[in-house]
Every structure is written in C-alpha cells, then in structure tokens.
C-alpha cells in the first residue's frame, strides 16, 4: 500500500521555529519516525514538504496515477486560505486524514477554519508529532476496512 504525506509551508522550520508551539522535533525525525512506523504495516510513505501551494496541488493531482491510496497531509497555513488545496484533494477522491501539530482551536479564531478538513475523513491536532501516527493508523484502518 502506498501513501503520500504532505507538509505545507513553513513546516521545513519545525525544531527551531515557536518550539513552544510546534515542538523541537525536526520535520526529518518526525518524517523518519513515521516512515518506520509505515515500513512495520508494509506501507510505502512518500513525503513532499513544499512551501508553494501549486507544488502541493500538481502532488495530489500526480497521486490518482501512482496509486496512491490515502493522504495524509499537514496544511500548515494554507489550512486556513486555500480553496484550491481543497478542490484538489476533493477532485482525485483520495481518503484524506488532516494533521497539525498545535491544537489549532484553542489558538487565534483564523486557525478555527479549515478548507480541508471538509473533504477530509478527520483531523487530527494537538498532539504534537504523535499526530502523524495517530493519522497513519487511522488511515490504514479505513482501508484495511474498505
């Protein structure tokens, strides 16, 4: 089974920006923590971290070809402003889980709304980087079920 994680801008900076907020893992750790977890169910994890919305767009557009049967993704702020993110995961129909780090609803009224979560199965936020392996599991779960 294959899955494709996708990290939206400014999480290249996790482990040194707003700790306090996001952690002091680096994106590298918790992207190799993650892909142990995925090789332990023989999942093959492929990971894009991207700060330009249209590359994140072009990667899900690209998945529907390779097979690619769920999504895990972390917006980052484009949670919060971008229809087209959205549009995009709609459009190739992938089970989609939403992930973020801090719990985005006891922060700033903005971060309360999210484009993705809408055409998401659910999301996931507040448990640090623990958040991409309760996606993992949850998304493996859904199509082992399917």
């Known amino acids: 089974m294959k899955l494709l ?17 996001y952690g002091a893992q680096t994106l590298d750790a918790i992207v190799a923590d993650l892909v142990k977890l995925a090789v332990a169910h023989q999942i093959e994890l ?8 249209g590359e ?10 390779e097979g690619i ?7 980052g702020g484009l949670t919060h402003s971008s ?19 801090s719990n ?6 903005f971060r309360h709304i999210s484009y993705v979560s809408g055409v998401a199965l659910g999301q996931i936020s507040g448990f640090g980087a623990q958040g991409y392996e309760l996606a993992l599991e949850a998304l493996r779960h859904h199509l082992d079920q399917q």
């Open 69 to 75: 049967r769920g999504l895990i993704i972390n917006p």
């Open 56 to 65: 994140l767009i072009d990667r899900i557009h690209q998945s529907r070809s």
């Open 46 to 53: 492929i990971h894009l971290q991207s700060n330009h919305e």
């Open 5 to 21: 994680l996708l990290n939206g801008p400014n999480l290249n900076l996790l482990g040194s920006r707003e700790p306090e907020i």
């Open 83 to 101: 229809v087209s993110l959205r549009d995009a995961i709609a459009a190739v129909g992938i089970p989609t889980v939403e992930v973020h780090l």
């Open 104 to 109: 985005v609803h006891a922060r700033e009224s």
